[in-house]
Structure formats: structure tokens, C-alpha cells
Nanobody
Framework: QVQLVESGGGLVQAGGSLRLSCAAS????????LAWFRQGPGEEREFAAY????????KYADSVKGRFTISRDNAKNMVYLQMSSLKPEDTAIYYC?????????????????WGQGTQVTVSS
């Protein structure tokens, strides 16, 4: 079992930055791949970023590539999403997710554990 709690969301102006954090508990955290997904108003949940078990591999959605950076600290059971050059279209609830290592890293169905989400609002 892995429990995930996100924090760091808020209101920011376009062009600004935010750093999201996700605190994890559970003995198997360090065995899980991690990802951030987001869900905008009236939209389906979409993949944003992925990081492998030891952090050696990262993947990003085209919409955030070059602006967002995912990282993890297995010693602290934390995963982060550094977001910069934010745009109004980045407005969404951001979710942290954990799942077994493997392919299909952008598919939400492969992640067994989810946090409750943190709201990010980017004003124009």
C-alpha cells in the first residue's frame, strides 16, 4: 500500500512558477514508478510527467515538455513537479500517482495509487 498527499498548488500569474510536492507513505514507495496527471475543468484526466523507480528515466507530455520537471527523493519518500512558464491552460487539479514499473507510463490505468489532488490556477 502507498498513500500519497499532494501540496504546493495555488494561484499564479501566467509566466510564473510553482513547485508541487507529493509525500508518500508505505514501504513499497521506493519500488514504484511515479507520475503526475492533471484534470482541467470539464476535461478528462491527462498525463503530465513520469519518473522511473530510481529516477533514471523521465517522460513528459508534449504540452509541458521544456517547462515542467519531475523529480523524486526516495530517501524522503517525496516526488516533485517543478512547473515554470505557466500558462492559463495549465489550470487543473494535479494528481500524484504511483504504480508498478513498466511501460504504458502515460496510461492512468497502470497506476494503483492516487493522491487527492492539488488545485493549480494560472491567471492571464
Amino acid at each position: 500500500q502507498v498513500q500519497l498527499v499532494e501540496s504546493g498548488g495555488g494561484l499564479v500569474q501566467a509566466g510564473g512558477s510553482l513547485r508541487l510536492s507529493c509525500a508518500a507513505s508505505g514501504r513499497t514507495f521506493r519500488l514504484n514508478a511515479l507520475a503526475w496527471f492533471r484534470q482541467g475543468p470539464g476535461e478528462e484526466r491527462e498525463f503530465a510527467a513520469y519518473i522511473s523507480v530510481f529516477g533514471s528515466s523521465t517522460k513528459y507530455a508534449d504540452s509541458v515538455k521544456g517547462r515542467f520537471t519531475i523529480s523524486r527523493d526516495n530517501a524522503k519518500n517525496m516526488v516533485y513537479l517543478q512547473m515554470s512558464s505557466l500558462k492559463p491552460e495549465d489550470t487543473a487539479i494535479y494528481y500524484c500517482a504511483a504504480g508498478s514499473p513498466g511501460t504504458s507510463w502515460s496510461n492512468p490505468d497502470r497506476y494503483a495509487y492516487w493522491g487527492q489532488g492539488t488545485q493549480v490556477t494560472v491567471s492571464s
